[in-house]
């Protein structure tokens, strides 16, 4: 099949979300100037470089992990495992502002290193950011979109050494959650190698 995308897709279900998939989810933490905390998980997250290392995550709509992150400009981003989902969910909700999510989730809040957000004390693994741009895509015409897309760069990274094999990280022990279509999710159970082929024309 094909739709132009303005005239939709005549699907049950907006079908975007499972083609582009899976994604990562950046479990982020921020703490407001005033101290509140906050913890939600953002499917729309990723790396976008290494040198120096940035991340990224998107959120349709200013919701207070932006509102936070723009008052102190860090956050962190937790990875989040399979033995977490659960807790992860919970932290979607949609609570008032001043509600810890950690307490409702039933999650530890553990101290960061350099920056003053809070980290998700259970996760296999998290790094300490520092923003380095908020800014609201545009659309082909040059409008502003509802998403804002807050960009981070990563100074410290927290890694359970437990999910190391041989000095690895090796992800069929971390099991690391993965958003897909609709209001399914995914895990990794097993993963295989391929290698960069050599030029040989």
């Not at 989902?85 to 919970?90: G, L």
């Not at 690895?168 to 897909?180: E, F, N, W, Y």
């Amino acid at each position: 099949m094909f739709y132009k995308f303005e005239d939709g897709h005549g699907l049950p279900h907006d079908p975007l979300k499972a083609i582009v998939s899976p994604r990562p989810i950046g479990w982020i933490s921020s703490r407001s100037a005033e101290g509140k905390i906050n913890l939600a998980p953002y499917s729309f997250f990723n790396m976008i470089s290494t040198k120096p290392c940035l991340i990224m995550f998107s959120s349709e709509g200013r919701k207070d992990s932006v509102t936070f992150i723009e008052e102190t400009r860090e956050f962190a981003a937790n990875l989040v495992s399979a033995n977490l989902s659960v807790a992860m969910n919970k932290t979607s909700v949609n609570a008032p502002r001043g509600v810890s999510e950690f307490d409702y989730a039933g999650l530890n809040a553990a101290d960061c290193r350099l920056i003053g957000a809070p980290r998700v004390a259970e996760a296999f693994a998290t790094l300490e950011c520092v923003v380095t741009d908020i800014r609201h895509p545009v659309d082909r015409h040059g409008n502003p979109v509802q998403a804002l897309m807050v960009t981070g760069e990563v100074v410290g990274v927290h890694i359970d050494e437990a999910i190391l094999t041989n000095g690895l990280v090796d992800m069929t022990k971390a099991q690391p959650v993965s958003r897909l279509g609709y209001m399914d999710f995914a895990t990794v159970s097993e993963t295989f190698q391929m290698f960069r082929p050599k030029w040989e024309g």
